[in-house]
């Protein structure tokens, strides 16, 4: 199923809490970055298809200032981003090196990609900050990434934050960090993910009515009766 305007509105209304239970109950416990974290708070849900870039630890002899002007180099890859996708960087969890500074993100923008997400770091944070770009990582470094890591390509399969990231999977972003949703699962994330965040604001009602949670959470077949019987 491909990720429609439609599709993208319907996933803007689901945390990824929400997305993380749905697809735990089909056996898929995997899904949430690990170090994705927002680098702004309050930055709005954000849902796209994932750009990939992929790091590997450095070789002097490759990850030099000199590489940034290589056909394969972080600069080549953001002319490669289409517009709406999110990029999704394989930094191995290296802290001690920014992938992404301003004016990389600035180009971002500039071409309409949607958000940054990486289990590393950036680096100019400030600056960073100031393009709009909104960015999930594990926190910032003042030296460059050339300082830790070699870029090696984009556009196929990595690991960021620990889980398996494929080119065009789908990624949900929000306060509680990314998570990915495989193709194969977007229309039962679609179908299911939007009543999951209607039940559970059902249930915060009956506990806010003074509700004990034995039997509403989870609900027992008088308690699914009474919430059926609420959405008629």
Same mark, same amino acid.
């Given at each position: 199923?491909?990720?429609?305007?439609?599709?993208?509105?319907?996933?803007?209304?689901?945390?990824?809490?929400?997305?993380?239970?749905?697809?735990?109950?089909?056996?898929?416990?995997?899904?949430?970055?690990?170090?994705?974290?927002?680098?702004?708070?309050?930055?709005?849900?954000?849902?796209?298809?994932?750009?990939?870039?992929?790091?590997?630890?450095?070789?002097?002899?490759?990850?030099?200032?000199?590489?940034?002007?290589?056909?394969?180099?972080?600069?080549?890859?953001?002319?490669?981003?289409?517009?709406?996708?999110?990029?999704?960087?394989?930094?191995?969890?290296?802290?001690?090196?920014?992938?992404?500074?301003?004016?990389?993100?600035?180009?971002?923008?500039?071409? =309409?990609?949607?958000?940054?997400?990486?289990?590393?770091?950036?680096?100019?944070?400030?600056?960073?900050?100031?393009?709009?770009?909104?960015?999930?990582?594990?926190?910032?470094?003042?030296?460059?990434?050339?300082?830790?890591?070699?870029?090696?390509?984009?556009?196929?399969?990595?690991?960021?934050?620990?889980?398996?990231?494929?080119?065009?999977?789908?990624?949900?972003?929000?306060?509680? =960090?990314?998570?990915?949703?495989?193709?194969?699962?977007?229309?039962?994330?679609?179908?299911? =993910?939007?009543?999951?965040?209607?039940?559970?604001?059902?249930?915060?009602?009956?506990?806010?009515?003074?509700?004990?949670?034995?039997?509403?959470?989870?609900?027992?077949?008088?308690?699914?009766?009474?919430?059926?019987?609420?959405?008629?």
């Amino acid at each position: 199923m491909s990720l429609t305007p439609e599709a993208v509105a319907t996933l803007s209304r689901v945390s990824t809490a929400t997305i993380t239970t749905v697809l735990l109950k089909k056996g898929l416990r995997n899904v949430w970055m690990r170090g994705t974290k927002p680098l702004r708070p309050g930055q709005p849900r954000l849902v796209g298809p994932a750009f990939t870039l992929r790091f590997v630890p450095a070789r002097e002899d490759l990850a030099t200032p000199e590489s940034w002007s290589s056909p394969i180099s972080t600069r080549t890859a953001i002319e490669a981003m289409p517009q709406g996708c999110i990029a999704v960087v394989d930094a191995m969890g290296v802290k001690d090196a920014g992938i992404f500074g301003d004016i990389l993100c600035a180009r971002m923008v500039k071409r =309409g990609v949607a958000a940054l997400i990486t289990d590393g770091v950036v680096r100019d944070v400030e600056g960073v900050l100031g393009t709009g770009l909104p960015v999930w990582c594990d926190g910032y470094a003042a030296p460059p990434s050339v300082a830790g890591l070699t870029f090696v390509g984009w556009g196929e399969p990595i690991g960021c934050g620990g889980v398996a990231v494929f080119p065009n999977d789908i990624v949900v972003a929000d306060q509680d =960090g990314a998570v990915l949703i495989p193709q194969a699962f977007l229309d039962l994330i679609l179908a299911e =993910g939007a009543e999951q965040e209607r039940m559970e604001a059902w249930i915060v009602n009956e506990v806010n009515n003074g509700a004990a949670l034995p039997g509403l959470y989870p609900m027992n077949a008088e308690t699914k009766a009474r919430y059926a019987a609420s959405k008629k």
